[in-house]
């Protein structure tokens, strides 16, 4: 487990993901039907979660701001796409199995 957790953290750092965390699928469980992790996973034992910082002036943009917010917004989902596609197969290759979840 520790050394994906360090091919993970090389991972983001490289991608310019700033912020992620790993929690035991557990901690979830008592989330509403549908956010559990074992709703996607009935094998989860891990949950991984990412962020991307978006810049201030996106939503502070007075001209075009609904422009600006769709077009940083499909930049921003192609990329968590793409990281979220690579992590998975990053814990893949150690043998486990990973859902990207979207949301």
Sequence with gaps: MT?????????FTQNNIPVFGIAKAASLESE???YRPSDMLASAQSVLCFGIP??????KCKERSEWMYWRAAN????????????AANIIEEKGEIAVPVYG
Excluded at 3 to 11: G, H, P, Y
Aim: proline share 7%.
């Design 32 to 34: 509403p039907l549908g």
């Design 54 to 59: 978006v810049p201030k002036g996106i939503f």
């Design 75 to 86: 930049i921003y989902y192609r990329n968590i796409d793409m990281v979220l596609m690579r």
């Design 3 to 11: 050394k994906i957790i360090e091919e993970m953290t090389n991972f």
